[in-house]
């Protein structure tokens, strides 16, 4: 086949899931409630509790609301990335995801334009909520918010490959919103994003290494430093790392003759 149509084909799925998004306003409102909820309401806690907070880049104090708006960022793009491999799920009880899988096209090429669309949707999300955080003195350098987008679309990747990956193992919808919870919050709070390695490692040892090690918090940290105009080679390196297992694992897990989907009876 010609690279045009796997260009159309790319398109087309993107341009599906960002109407599908674009239509679903409940789901876009939802998906910046919650962080907004984290960023203007229990922020002030936290803050009266912890003071200032460190920021790597420069290793300066900052505000608290400041500090953990690239771990809400990291927030957005891991619920999305669970939401969109949801949406497979359903797609795959209702049967359209089986009329996607058997075109003519590499599987793996088809679920990396899936991903690709979902990290598009999480992107346009995140911008939306910095938007909105801008209009409440939460603010990074106006460059920041051009060098952050590299790092949004690798964690994008990399936490959709890991909601697609889940989306592959699981056979039943109900059976999936159950296991989105037990993925997300101890990936959220065993992470950098509320509090810096430091913090974490006066309270708990066992936290500080699962935290250190957290895919999550290296997405966090890469996205931290980018807003910033910093390069965290280290984070890059582990959450690309990270996005090549996951999708790896993704793309053997929709294998017919491999993965799980020969248990289940197809795509």
Same mark, same amino acid.
């Given at each position: 086949?010609?690279?045009?149509?796997?260009?159309?084909?790319?398109?087309?799925?993107?341009?599906?899931? *960002?109407?599908?998004?674009?239509?679903?306003?409940?789901?876009?409102? %939802?998906? *910046?409630?919650?962080?907004?909820?984290? *960023?203007?309401?229990?922020?002030?806690?936290?803050? %009266?509790?912890?003071? $200032?907070?460190?920021?790597?880049?420069?290793?300066?104090?900052?505000?608290?609301?400041?500090?953990?708006?690239?771990?809400?960022?990291?927030?957005?793009?891991?619920?999305?990335?669970?939401? =969109?491999?949801?949406?497979?799920?359903?797609?795959?009880?209702?049967?359209?995801?089986?009329?996607?899988?058997?075109?003519?096209?590499?599987?793996?090429?088809?679920?990396?334009?899936?991903?690709?669309?979902?990290?598009?949707? =999480?992107?346009?999300?995140?911008? !939306?909520?910095? *938007?909105?955080?801008?209009?409440?003195?939460?603010? %990074?350098?106006?460059?920041?918010?051009?060098?952050?987008?590299?790092?949004?679309?690798?964690?994008?990747?990399?936490?959709?490959?890991?909601?697609?990956?889940?989306?592959?193992?699981?056979?039943?919808?109900?059976?999936?919103?159950?296991?989105?919870?037990?993925?997300?919050?101890?990936?959220?709070?065993?992470?950098?994003?509320?509090?810096?390695?430091?913090?974490?490692?006066?309270?708990?040892?066992?936290?500080?290494?699962?935290?250190?090690?957290?895919?999550?918090?290296?997405?966090?940290?890469?996205?931290?430093?980018?807003?910033?105009?910093?390069?965290?080679?280290?984070?890059?390196?582990? !959450?690309?790392?990270?996005?090549? $297992?996951?999708? =790896?694992?993704?793309?053997?897990?929709?294998?017919?003759?491999?993965?799980?989907?020969?248990?289940?009876?197809?795509?």
């Amino acid at each position: 086949m010609k690279a045009a149509h796997y260009l159309r084909a790319m398109q087309g799925i993107i341009a599906r899931e *960002l109407w599908r998004f674009l239509r679903q306003r409940e789901r876009f409102i %939802a998906a *910046l409630v919650r962080p907004l909820v984290w *960023l203007f309401i229990f922020a002030a806690g936290f803050r %009266a509790a912890l003071g $200032i907070a460190i920021i790597p880049p420069y290793e300066t104090y900052i505000m608290y609301e400041v500090y953990i708006t690239p771990g809400l960022i990291g927030m957005i793009q891991l619920f999305n990335g669970m939401q =969109s491999s949801l949406s497979m799920v359903y797609d795959r009880e209702m049967g359209s995801m089986r009329t996607l899988l058997v075109s003519p096209l590499p599987r793996w090429f088809l679920l990396t334009s899936k991903l690709l669309a979902g990290t598009a949707v =999480s992107i346009l999300q995140v911008y !939306t909520f910095l *938007l909105i955080a801008w209009f409440y003195d939460v603010e %990074a350098p106006l460059a920041g918010y051009l060098t952050l987008l590299p790092a949004l679309i690798l964690s994008g990747l990399m936490l959709g490959a890991l909601g697609m990956l889940l989306s592959s193992v699981i056979k039943q919808l109900e059976n999936f919103a159950g296991v989105m919870n037990f993925v997300i919050f101890p990936m959220f709070f065993m992470s950098t994003a509320l509090y810096p390695l430091w913090k974490i490692e006066e309270s708990s040892e066992l936290l500080f290494n699962l935290a250190q090690y957290n895919p999550f918090s290296q997405a966090v940290e890469f996205a931290r430093f980018a807003l910033y105009q910093q390069f965290n080679g280290e984070a890059c390196l582990y !959450t690309a790392a990270a996005l090549v $297992i996951f999708l =790896s694992l993704a793309i053997l897990g929709y294998n017919p003759s491999k993965g799980m989907m020969k248990r289940k009876g197809g795509g």
